[in-house]
């Protein structure tokens, strides 16, 4: 069982920055893939960008390809995303997940929601303009 937390959401202004943390408990695999997501009242859950432990290879929507960054300490367990440059529309709740399953970082089936087994409870991003 995994236990995923996240942390850093806030309200910030447009073209700011923030870090958001995702703290996992419990038995990681060394193939596991950290994944963000994020969800607004009127969308569903988009992916973000993913990370598999291994290999630290990436994966990011185009929608934040080159603002935001995600990243991992295996000494604390902690996937990061790093969020620069941010817009209104990056306003919403974002989401860690983890999969212990070995999916490629590559393929499509990385932004697919069912993939993850394990969700933290979201923190919030406001953008304001």
């Known amino acids: 069982q995994v236990q995923l937390v996240e942390s850093g959401g806030g309200l910030v202004q447009a073209g700011g920055s923030l870090r958001l943390s995702c703290a996992a408990s419990g038995r990681t695999f060394s193939n596991a893939v950290t994944a963000w997501f994020r969800q607004t009242p009127e969308n569903e859950r988009e992916f973000v960008a993913a990370i598999r432990w291994s290999d630290i290879s990436t994966r990011y929507a185009d929608s934040v390809k080159g603002r935001f960054t995600i990243s991992r300490d295996s000494t604390r367990n902690t996937v990061y995303l790093q969020l620069d440059n941010l817009r209104p529309e990056d306003t919403a709740v974002y989401y860690c997940?983890?999969?212990?399953?070995?999916?490629?970082?590559?393929?499509?089936?990385?932004?697919?929601?069912?993939?993850?087994?394990?969700w933290g409870q979201g923190t919030r991003v406001t953008v304001s303009s």
């Open positions: 997940a983890q999969t212990n399953r070995p999916i490629s970082v590559s393929g499509g089936s990385v932004g697919s929601p069912g993939k993850y087994d394990y």
